[in-house]
């Protein structure tokens, strides 16, 4: 069965610090995978993709994410967080083999909190 | 460019009555989603329209769920009569043709059944 697992329901980094949010995922097919981020009272926002390629993806904010297909992981990461990144972020998974290869499979989510 | 767009942003109504949300996609974009979140799960699919036809409703709960989407341009759906459990985020979403292509979001429709 598709799933998308965020093990930590929530990520605390001290402002400057390094801040990883971690990704796993499980599909029959090869997969495309998404991060997405919410702030509050806000959308849904697209942050960056894995396609295929190169496993560092670069996205918005500086974000980064590395796909490592061995591991079925997709961990986002930031070099040195701010404070105006704390929102609540989605993993998500598109199962190129499924019946619908559009449709997207998401975490639960974790809420990353940055302290100043 | 406007994004997607979802309307009403709040809704609270009593259980067994009706209610119609609305989405309006990025212009142009023939994908259209609906996504709903119910507290403490994680997001789900309801369906996928290609332009004015139904391409996955795999997701729609029960048929108290009925989405439309006139034209190929905005969607709507409406829940009839609405239940206690029908509470949470609708998200409605859209992207152009192509596997590749990323999803964007509207920001959501909290509906609340009491």
């Known amino acids: 069965a598709q799933s998308v697992a965020q093990p930590e329901d929530q990520v605390n980094v001290a402002e400057g610090n390094p801040l990883t949010v971690k990704c796993t995922y499980s599909v029959s097919g090869n997969p495309y995978l998404f991060w997405y981020v919410q702030y509050p009272n806000r959308g849904l926002q697209f942050l960056l993709k894995y396609i295929t390629g190169d496993n560092l993806v670069k996205g918005s904010y500086g974000f980064e994410a590395e796909f490592n297909k061995s591991q079925t992981s997709f961990h986002l990461k930031k070099p040195s967080a701010l404070v105006s990144d704390s929102a609540l972020y989605f993993c998500a998974v598109r199962d190129l083999n499924a019946g619908n290869n559009r449709k997207l499979i998401w975490g639960l989510g974790t809420s990353l909190a940055v302290n100043p | 460019e406007a994004g997607v767009t979802q309307f009403p942003s709040h809704s609270v109504i009593e259980k067994g009555q009706t209610v119609t949300l609305r989405c309006d996609p990025i212009s142009g974009h023939d994908n259209l989603y609906w996504y709903r979140r119910v507290m403490g799960k994680e997001i789900k699919f309801l369906l996928h329209?290609?332009?004015?036809?139904?391409?996955?409703e795999s997701g729609m709960p029960n048929n108290r769920f009925l989405a439309e989407r006139t034209g190929g341009t905005y969607s709507t759906l409406k829940v009839q009569p609405a239940e206690l459990e029908d509470s949470g985020v609708y998200f409605c979403?859209?992207?152009?043709?192509?596997?590749?292509?990323?999803?964007?979001f509207g920001q959501g429709t909290r509906l609340t059944v009491v």
């Open positions: 329209f290609v332009k004015e036809s139904k391409q996955d």
């Open positions: 979403a859209s992207s152009q043709v192509g596997l590749r292509t990323e999803a964007f």
